[in-house]
């Protein structure tokens, strides 16, 4: 089985780009803190199509997110001729975190976004 979910924050704002048939793919880079706090883990993350537009629209450096996605090896070869490897992983799901605005956007299998209140924000619930 290959399954990864991470927690963690944006080093850096995503940058969105598109393929030849206008499909658009957006590249995170997700700090995930280890046992060492001050030195987290940081993670490649690819997100594909719609989400990927979402994720370029709604996150920054910084905002916190969850992504389930699977780990896939990515292989190219330098200029010089050498031969590198990068392990990644390519999201299924993307949720956001940080809630912009008071709100917090989870980001849908299907591309979709959807706003709920956050976490901490609990005295208007009547349960």
């Known amino acids: 089985m290959n ?6 924050r944006l080093g850096q704002d995503p940058e969105i780009r598109y393929t030849g048939s ?3 793919v957006c590249n995170l880079n997700v700090a995930v803190d280890g046992r060492d706090k001050d ?10 199509e719609r989400q990927a537009e979402n994720c370029a629209k ?19 070869e330098t200029r010089d001729g050498q031969k590198r490897t990068k392990l990644e992983v ?10 912009p605005d008071q709100q917090a956007i989870t980001e849908n299998n299907d591309g979709t976004a959807t706003a709920h209140m956050p976490d901490g924000d609990t005295e208007d619930i009547p349960f």
């Open 3 to 8: 399954v990864v979910t991470l927690i963690g």
């Open 22 to 24: 206008s499909k658009a």
């Open 39 to 48: 030195n987290p883990t940081w993670v490649p993350v690819v997100v594909w």
């Open 58 to 76: 709604y996150l920054t450096k910084g905002k916190k997110v969850a992504v389930e996605g699977r780990l896939q090896t990515t292989g190219w």
């Open 90 to 99: 390519v999201a299924f799901r993307v949720e956001f975190l940080s809630p």
